[in-house]
């Protein structure tokens, strides 16, 4: 089915595809049948994040030749079919968490919009996970999918190429998107400062106190108008200045501020490479491009290194020191609040038995005494720690010395990872 | 005044950046866009979503099959004025803003009706041939309209901004210093620093005290038994911070903490910044003639009068251990430094007004908010295009230099650029933009890349065929997600130049989609002075990437 959309692009991309030219790669085929051929009829692309940036992706997928969409905006998908007839865009429904690895392994690549780091960390791990290895080690090159992502604050942004085992994956940039910052507890009670505290008094303590079981809907406006006047009064009890309706929308809503031209940035990046690496008609990005624009433009493109000791793709041990002498419950949340690992329901299992499981519900209470017990009375040298978490398919810990009351936690090797996979496949 | 009827709840994430006044300029802006390509329409796409008053297209090109490249051309419109048709389906973006169709000839405009574009806020020209692109520089430059040349052929992309003056009030650095005055404490600060008594206090109160009062506190003790000079030497440094620490009454108290990791604030100099500096002393201060000159000059008049020195305290304190008492008692003397200071500057803008005779309206606001901005003003002085094709004017220098110290730099692809357009202007076609012509146009292209070094002054400089070779691949193709990235980039310029807030890049930024690299050259000199003098200053040249460090 010739549309004047679908004839039209390929007077462009025609081009690029169509001609060698001295930085072209050398795998590159300047055989435009050839490309069409493949981007039309054989691969398919995944694209994750139904926000901005998921727009902004599609469509420039849909123009740079890519016809077998897989989006997660219905609305945009309609939008671009309409716009763009012959293009075979066909949204997924459900959470991407839900989805197993046969659904995954159709993709040719696979590309990000989301604002959450939790979605992103899982799509991660389970495209690591995925990687089928030989008797050697060596990765079978028909099981990486490579993975392009993007984010985008106000003036700046970032987009990045990760080839799972190969190049350095989210989780080893993990540090690069540090944990939120809660206000303590006890300034929002006692020392309120800035008028920030007073709003997070109104969201976290005044709120269950006064409203008990109505949860708090930041979209139900009456709900909203007395968050901001009973900051307002706290306020102006302390003597503080600067609540106002929209910081107090800011603060309990969380909102990142977006503008369309960095999401429109962001996005064409992730896609001028997605249309490289399928193509190989120039490099591809290697393999973080961090853009800020508030200030000149500045972009810094440099290749972010693979993590050694990375919980997802780390190929080495490391050492993570814990006294012995602490209970699990805290060193639970020890995982929860390092940088590194930002674990936040960790499930955990030792020689094959539960030390603490989140669910089932049943699990959870046999295994809640854990949580009140020291390290050194649950585990011994050299034990492999399994761990769970929602935000990960699959990580390990290994337990790998006593010396006395401190312990020394080695994390997952690569050997590990292997045979996880392996055990799937 | 500023925030008449803006949409607060649709465009809530954007106000966070700019503010109802940046949203209020935005809403009062026109643009226009000579001739339309798929770069254009995203480029205006990306300001008709967060809302620009108008926008008007001028093409009289007719959709073609190559056309489609571009989102905002249906299937279907073939044959029909392309500026009606993107108009069309920009306009379904956002119903505040309105859109124009002009189905001209933009060539034409620009050598015969040039003055009909005095009307616009900013213009963007896209394909345009060099001479009228030259044409409309000078134009825009004398009636000082923000003039944007956007171009993409196959992976890489250029951006070219000239105005002749650029000012900003509130750049919005991403990390700014905070203006706390410990090395220079001002007399009310001294005072009620040195009032509180640590040694009568419970512990509670004493983990309350603000760190700002630890060091102050600490900094005179030492510079008493100094002769009154501030810790420098590194070990002199640390000798402070120890001291400091040891007035913990238990370790981990948090204020200490503070301020022993804060303990630079107190010891380290304080200066302006060489670019305010810059301003201060610009010659327009001695004959200020609109509201921000005449806010600049009185700011150097308060610099060098009340300040002694110092810039209008900002009167902002950042968070800190501390009791609420405490922190808001410091916040007030904070504060009405600040308001005091705001009042001398305003004394000096009446007295300028008045003895300049300037019938300026600048409000207590403008004041205020020039003066909280101090630390952050910057101005940036284009050169024209015209400057940039002289070779006597053109950055070969730049050129020259960055090729040396990285073969494969990013100005490669300037270059090659310009040799494309010499070929457009001799042969009246982009190379490579007929598959039978490839070869004949590599051969013609190499030849024009040379002259085109030789134009710039670069003589010496081995030319690299493989860019000219690389760009008669591309064919003159606009790649779409290329067109969207330079168009992302080229309307967040426009908003920063509108919006008179952020920062935009000076003046030349480069695309290069075969690595995911973009730079910033300065590629002509930002001279200071009259305009087309020779001398140039080392200081106000911009070099290279447009900062480099991270």
């Known amino acids: ?425 | 005044m500023a925030s008449n009827g803006t949409d607060t709840a649709r465009y809530d994430r954007q106000l966070r950046l700019w503010g109802e006044e940046g949203q209020a300029l935005l809403e009062a802006s026109h643009i226009v866009l000579l001739r339309t390509s798929a770069v254009g329409t995203e480029t205006l796409k990306n300001l008709v979503l967060p809302g620009i008053g108008q926008f008007t297209v001028i093409d009289d090109q007719l959709v073609d099959d190559a056309s489609f490249n571009d989102f905002f051309i249906p299937d279907g419109s073939n044959g029909k004025p392309r500026a009606e048709v993107t108009v069309k389906l920009l306009n379904e973006l956002n119903d505040r803003v309105t859109g124009h169709a002009l189905v001209k000839n933009p060539i034409d405009i620009v050598h015969n009706h040039i003055d009909t574009l005095s009307q616009y806020s900013v213009i963007i020209a896209n394909g345009l041939p060099e001479e009228t692109v030259l044409r409309l520089s000078s134009f825009a430059w004398e009636k000082n309209i923000p003039l944007v040349v956007v171009k993409t052929n196959g992976l890489i992309g250029s951006l070219r901004v000239v105005v002749p003056e650029h000012t900003v009030i509130e750049s919005k650095p991403d990390n700014p210093m905070d203006d706390l005055r410990l090395s220079v404490p001002f007399p009310e600060l001294s005072e009620y620093a040195a009032n509180i008594d640590l040694s009568n206090m419970d512990s509670t109160q004493h983990s309350h005290v603000p760190y700002i009062v630890i060091l102050l506190q600490h900094l005179n003790k030492w510079k008493t038994a100094h002769d009154g000079a501030l810790p420098s030497t590194y070990a002199e440094k640390n000798a402070f911070k120890d001291q400091v620490i040891k007035g913990a009454h238990k370790p981990g108290e948090e204020n200490f903490l503070e301020a022993h990791k804060g303990a630079y604030k107190a010891y380290t100099r304080y200066e302006i910044k060489s670019d305010v500096r810059a301003i201060l002393e610009d010659p327009k201060t001695s004959n200020p003639t609109d509201k921000f000159w005449v806010l600049a000059a009185a700011l150097s008049q308060f610099v060098k009068k009340e300040g002694k020195g110092c810039l209008p305290l900002m009167g902002s304190l950042p968070d800190m251990h501390s009791s609420t008492e405490s922190y808001i008692a410091l916040q007030k003397i904070y504060q009405a430094k600040a308001a005091t200071d705001i009042s001398s500057i305003s004394h000096h803008v009446d007295h300028i007004l008045q003895t300049r005779q300037l019938s300026l309206s600048i409000s207590t606001d403008d004041i205020k908010k020039f003066s909280k901005n101090a630390a952050f003003l910057r101005v940036i002085r284009y050169r024209s295009i015209q400057d940039e094709y002289n070779p006597h004017t053109s950055n070969s220098s730049l050129i020259g230099a960055e090729l040396a110290s990285d073969a494969d730099s990013n100005i490669q692809w300037y270059i090659a650029l310009r040799s494309v357009d010499l070929f457009q202007s001799t042969h009246g076609r982009l190379p490579g933009h007929r598959h039978a012509d490839v070869e004949e146009d590599t051969a013609n292209l190499i030849s024009l890349h040379r002259k085109t070094l030789e134009g710039l002054g670069l003589k010496d400089v081995a030319a690299d065929d493989r860019y000219p070779r690389e760009m008669v691949r591309y064919g003159g193709s606009e790649l779409h997600a290329v067109a969207a990235l330079v168009g992302g980039v080229t309307s967040q310029e426009i908003i920063k130049l509108i919006v008179h807030q952020f920062a935009p890049m000076n003046n030349t930024w480069i695309f290069n989609g075969n690595k995911g690299t973009t730079n910033v050259y300065a590629i002509v000199f930002e001279q200071r002075g009259t305009r087309g003098s020779t001398e140039i200053e080392g200081a106000s040249q911009r070099v290279g990437v447009s900062f480099a460090q991270e």
């Open chain 1, 1 to 425: 089915m010739a549309t004047q959309v679908e004839d039209g692009k390929w007077h462009h991309l025609g081009k690029l595809l169509g001609r060698p030219g001295p930085f072209a790669t050398e795998d590159f085929s300047a055989n435009l049948e050839e490309h069409k051929k493949n981007l039309v009829e054989t691969w398919k692309v995944l694209v994750i994040g139904a926000g901005g940036l998921g727009c902004e992706l599609l469509k420039n997928l849909a123009y740079s030749g890519f016809r077998n969409i897989e989006p997660k905006a219905v609305t945009a998908a309609t939008f671009i079919n309409k716009r763009f007839p012959g293009v075979n865009v066909v949204p997924y429904f459900g959470r991407i968490e839900d989805k197993g690895e046969e659904y995954y392994r159709q993709f040719k690549i696979i590309i990000a919009g989301l604002d959450s780091i939790p979605a992103r960390r899982w799509i991660n791990s389970t495209l690591v996970n995925m990687l089928v290895y030989d008797d050697e080690g060596n990765i079978d090159p028909d099981s990486v999918i490579p993975f392009i992502d993007g984010g985008t604050e106000g003036f700046k942004g970032q987009s990045r190429v990760i080839y799972p085992g190969f190049t350095s994956c989210f989780e080893c940039s993990l540090e690069a998107f540090p944990p939120q910052v809660n206000y303590p507890i006890c300034t929002l009670a006692n020392t309120p400062r800035l008028p920030e505290h007073c709003i997070e008094w109104a969201h976290i303590l005044e709120w269950p106190k006064v409203w008990k079981e109505t949860k708090f809907d930041a979209d139900n406006t009456d709900h909203m108008k007395w968050m901001f006047e009973t900051a307002s009064k706290r306020a102006e009890e302390f003597n503080i200045k600067g609540v106002t309706y929209r910081l107090t929308q800011g603060v309990v809503k969380n909102i990142i501020p977006a503008i369309a031209s960095t999401n429109a940035i962001i996005a064409a990046s992730e896609v001028t490479e997605a249309l490289k690496i399928v193509t190989n008609a120039a490099d591809v990005l290697n393999n973080y491009m961090m853009y800020i624009g508030g200030e000149g433009i500045y972009t810094h493109t440099f290749e972010y290194e693979k993590k050694e000791n990375c919980l997802v793709c780390g190929t080495s041990q490391s050492v993570y020191s814990v006294s012995g002498d602490i209970k699990l419950e805290e060193f639970i949340e020890m995982l929860g609040g390092d940088v590194n690992y930002q674990l936040k329901k960790p499930s955990i299992r030792c020689n094959n038995k539960n030390v603490f499981m989140q669910a089932p519900k049943a699990l959870l209470e046999a295994t809640t005494p854990n949580l009140s017990k020291k390290l050194n009375e649950l585990f011994q040298s050299g034990d492999t720690l399994d761990i769970t978490d929602p935000l990960l398919s699959s990580a390990a810990i290994t337990l790998s010395e006593v010396n006395g009351v401190s312990q020394v936690f080695e994390r997952l090797t690569s050997h590990r990872i292997q045979s996880h996979s392996q055990g799937k496949t």
